[in-house]
């Protein structure tokens, strides 16, 4: 009430610098107060999106050419905060589970979106899991309290715009030929992701080295169940010039992976291993750095903690995401300048993105000046 | 040069909304624009005053009825931003070795104060330890940008303010008669804090509980040796209603105090074994929670980060302070509503406070919404 107050003199301008005594409104101006003061309550919506990939895009486990997302907005005094929940579907969420779980954040109740501890606190008590829908609503909260502080998420943090890393760009499981045209299509960007955990393994890394000597990160996807044949290939893709292994082993095999972590020459990265903060603490001592995604870990608040976290456990950082629009990706790559390793590479593989923010530029992830999370929509949807 | 340039259109209304080409410039054009660009770096100044206390101040080890403290302000772009190094003798800063090290500190190599990760890196990395010196900068960098940004920086930091904790106050060791006028005079506070570590601790603790009944937290400030006779003394001082153990034992008795820790009825917090972020670390499985204080951690920056850390590993936390002015406890105090105790209590010792700030309302930690640490200077020094 206080607040609507404070608000309605500081929007109104009636009362100037007049201080206002409580006790001289009338009722029915203290009626228009209120009015005006629910207006400025937060109003979330939502709505199903399904981003359409140029590629059929193929992991160790399937194929698919389209990604359900949800777009939300926060709207409060007049601005709009953008939000996306990116959904494929081996995560088990959807369009369904999502509008179900965002059909019960009623935001209404804060009158204070800089509140975001608690709002955000509040939305993830709802109901366990649904972190894509959760990371929706904590995106498009991030996106309105930076454009009402007038500043994008990465200055407030205190980081520097020209320290974010390069990309890495994700060439799928596929047949010597088509990886070759893959690899020849991927001349933009200077660092190549591989898609292991088959095996082709030997051959995949041989193909992507017939056309380039990029340096190249590989992802196995848990693929490899035998330390040793694990120790084995790390070394092998060490001497091919790979810079990075994600996810060597099944993530319940910890004892396993701390020795292969301990033994292997290149860095070990949780990724399947790893969703929130308590599984930043398990992962130290048994992975050589983490692989933080917006939509395992419920969004920016989170991530920007598990990246000091990481950082204070002198553990390594990779910014992953899905595929999925503009939106998700200037959201996470507020945090880029502090990432050892980026992984943003899931606008680019979409043909219908509504958004314009965050840039690849020469390979290098490039925010723009834009308050929030730097967006602009250009589309609509 | 482009930061200049964009700052000065910003600045001087000469050229509205026009696009400004670069090669239209003259020189002397140009050369103005220098020189007003050189008008926005930062000038870190620093002066030393001495705070007068209210009481002499006893702890374990020494008595002393001053403080030195060095003030430093930042000035960027006719905004200031206020910091302070508090610095009790017992941690071997000084008037002299603050000015030393402030000297060395260039910060007119930034132009843009928001980039504090790099800022805050370049001066943590310009000498060891001096601590507080280094604080000095960061509250200052801090009260700036939250200045720049127009909001306080709980409020940047999504932090509700109402709520904050309730603060101790601290009775000094001292005959029954003294400590009981100290329990009177403390009438405002709820929780009493009383240092430890004396073979007057069974006494203290019935002296003050002859007058009230309020909780009572103790700093031992590493004075039980023996853990066994440590676990006999918490487990008297928790049915004495004591709430917490600060230190109890020295700090390198480690695995004494894990044992303790796991056996200990009360919560037990790390003091002088916690300086920075590696000592969480450290502390964890070790105490059950932290007490962070600027002087000792290099200022919010560090803060903030370790007080994330804490609750990623399950640690309650502390925020504690040193006799200081109204500058480092509002500054502290931005992060007061995600900490479960607060000792912030060092201004009310003193009697030359030339700030006003976070004020302590029946007792409990109250923040002002004034933009950066929340600061007002009300004296000239």
Redesign the interface.
């Known amino acids: 009430m206080k607040q609507n107050r404070r608000n309605f003199i500081k929007t109104s301008g009636l009362l100037g610098g007049a201080v206002l005594t409580p006790g001289i409104l009338t009722n029915s101006f203290a009626k228009n107060i209120n009015i005006i003061g629910d207006n400025k309550k937060m109003k979330l919506t939502f709505k199903p999106y399904t981003l359409e990939l140029k590629h059929v895009f193929t992991i160790a486990t399937s194929s698919r050419s389209t990604t359900p997302v949800m777009l939300t907005q926060i709207e409060y005094d007049g601005i709009i905060g953008y939000g996306e929940a990116s959904m494929p579907p081996y995560l088990g969420e959807s369009h369904d589970t999502a509008a179900k779980f965002l059909s019960k954040v009623d935001l209404s109740q804060f009158n204070d979106p ?5 709002i ?1 606190d509040y939305v993830d008590s709802i109901e366990d899991k649904n972190t894509a829908a959760k990371a929706a609503v904590d995106i498009a909260l991030h996106d309105l ?1 930076g454009k009402i ?3 994008p998420w990465y ?6 715009k020209t ?1 974010t890393p390069k990309t890495s760009f994700t060439i799928g499981i596929d047949t010597p030929k088509v990886v070759k045209e893959k690899v020849l299509e991927a001349a933009p960007y200077h660092i190549l992701k591989a898609k292991l955990g088959r095996d082709t393994d030997k051959q995949m890394i041989e193909t992507i080295r017939s056309v380039t000597d990029k340096p190249i990160v590989v992802d196995v996807n848990q693929g490899w169940t035998d330390k040793h044949f694990a120790l084995d290939m790390i070394n092998w893709l060490d001497e091919k010039g790979v810079k990075l292994v994600e996810q060597p082993m099944p993530k319940t095999q910890i004892d396993d992976m701390a020795w292969l972590t301990e033994n292997s020459p290149l860095p070990t990265f949780a990724d399947e291993a790893l969703q929130r ?2 599984d ?2 398990k992962a130290h001592g048994v992975y050589s750095g983490i692989n933080i995604k917006l939509m395992k870990c419920t969004g920016l ?1 989170e991530a920007h ?1 598990m990246l ?2 990481a950082k ?2 002198d553990m390594q950082v990779m910014l992953g995401c899905m595929t999925a629009t503009s939106c998700s990706i200037s959201a996470m790559s507020q945090l880029a ?2 990432a050892e390793w980026a992984d943003l590479d899931g606008n680019l593989l979409i043909g219908n993105d509504p958004f314009e923010g965050t840039l690849i530029v020469d390979g290098k992830v490039t925010l723009t000046d834009a308050p929030g999370i730097g967006l602009t929509k250009v589309r609509a949807y």
């Open positions: 800089f509140k975001m501890e608690e955000l309290v502080i007038g500043q200055k407030v943090w205190g980081f520097d320290k903060i308590p930043v603490i608040r903690k000091n976290l204070s456990l300048p502090e």
